[in-house]
């Protein structure tokens, strides 16, 4: 396995370091039901972008980390313990 010949300086690990700063997101507040979502992409919440529907939303209340993801994730989770169940006896 290859190793470094020699240690990096402080000085080239922090050049290296200058580029990992994270930037905020460009957020922007929607026209239609006024909830803050992305820029340039289609809201979330309401399935508004320029002004008309692209996107069908199951209600226009909710956001998109709604009920139904975690329900499924529930259900996933009972059937494992139904197959781990199984193979135990
Ligand atoms: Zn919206």
């Known amino acids: ?3 470094p010949k020699y240690r990096t300086s402080a000085s080239k ?4 370091r200058s580029h990992h700063a994270l930037k905020a997101p460009g957020l922007s507040v929607c026209p239609n039901c006024h909830e803050v979502k992305l820029s340039h992409v289609v809201c979330p919440s309401c399935g508004f972008y320029k ?3 692209v996107l069908e ?3 226009s209340s909710t956001s998109w980390d ?3 993801l975690s329900s ?3 259900q996933a989770k009972d059937e494992s313990l139904k197959d781990s169940s199984k193979k135990d006896s």
């Open 51 to 53: 002004g008309k529907q």
């Open 57 to 59: 939303t199951k209600s």
């Open 13 to 16: 690990r922090d050049m290296r």
């Open 66 to 68: 709604g009920s139904d």
């Open 1 to 3: 396995m290859p190793v």
């Open 72 to 74: 499924s994730k529930v």
